[in-house]
């Protein structure tokens, strides 16, 4: 059986593409990128969808070294008989810890705290009028319930906060389901998790961002068409957000990354939040165990669809 990778994430080295062949040796065959595969490996740059069908070729898996499969088109693929995988659990603590982190400088006004210090100012006269807040107690919504979101949710209860989930798939055993309407209009926090697909782009716009609590800390570590950006950006302006941390954007790179610097409550990353010293290691060990059971003819790890 052969395997063709068809693209690179820019943090794999050609040491790492290199193990992970040597890692697929005496299980499978290892072909050019493009060359007839039944199995192909692909990343998020790398859409799979009716231009790429002819070089689909033999193809009976894709596997996306991702969590997210938006860049794939799951009807094509089964239509052909490929089954998909994913890799959801190299980069879920990573971007969990991010969120948290992300909603942690928002609800504890680190944003006006770091821009008083750029400025000189001992802020901690200031400190009652920042509106600061704790995790513990705070009610936070949590959009999206899939392997990240869970592991999300979980977190936020250990902090001791008050959690809400909104995932029309259902939830898991033991958490409060929530329409967003209610959320918007009640939590102090809201960190995005949901997939992108056609129910949730625009999921969060401008009338949504109009009902927020004031105050409302958002995070977006999910997907970038999930959130209006400059509508939240507008929100922050308008003072109906306390802040906003992006980690994704519909554009990327996002090409109004320097407006960061003179927003206090914003904070910008480069879709980093999955990212770690050893994740390609992670990412292979997913990728060889999803090998190891198509070969073996037993279900996927984490299948999609």
Not at 148 to 162: H, T
Not at 217 to 227: E, H, I, K
């Amino acid at each position: 059986m052969r395997l063709s990778r068809w693209g690179r994430s820019p943090y794999e080295t050609e040491a790492a593409l290199a193990a992970e062949r040597a890692a697929f040796a005496g299980l499978v065959e290892p072909v050019a990128a493009g060359a007839d595969a039944e199995i192909v490996v692909v990343t998020s740059k790398d859409p799979v969808g009716p231009a790429q069908r002819a070089a689909l070729g033999a193809a009976r898996l894709v596997l996306t070294t991702t969590s997210g499969f938006d860049h794939l088109d799951l009807p094509m693929l089964r239509a052909m008989g490929i089954a998909v995988g994913r890799c959801p659990i190299a980069r879920r603590d990573a971007v969990v810890e991010s969120a948290l982190a992300l909603l942690l400088d928002g609800v504890r006004a680190h944003g006006a705290l770091r821009a008083a210090a750029a400025a000189g100012s001992w802020a901690r006269a200031a400190l009652p009028g920042l509106g600061m807040g704790r995790l513990r107690g705070a009610r936070v919504g949590v959009v999206g319930l899939g392997v990240i979101g869970q592991r999300m949710a979980e977190v936020l209860a250990a902090l001791g906060a008050e959690v809400l989930g909104v995932d029309p798939l259902g939830l898991p055993a033991g958490l409060r389901a929530a329409e967003l309407g209610e959320v918007m209009e009640t939590a102090d926090a809201l960190t995005l998790h949901c997939r992108l697909e056609a129910g949730s782009a625009g999921l969060i716009d401008a009338a949504l961002l109009a009902r927020a609590k004031p105050g409302l800390v958002l995070v977006n570590t999910a997907r970038g068409d999930v959130l209006d950006v400059p509508a939240a950006i507008a929100a922050l302006d308008a003072g109906r957000l306390g802040a906003l941390g992006l980690d994704v954007f519909p554009t990327e790179p996002w090409p109004d990354m320097a407006a960061a610097a003179s927003r206090p409550g914003l904070t910008l990353l480069p879709h980093a939040a999955g990212y770690y010293e050893g994740l390609s290691a992670a990412v292979q060990a997913e990728l060889l165990a999803a090998v190891h059971a198509f070969v073996e003819g037993r279900p996927l790890p984490a299948p999609v669809g």
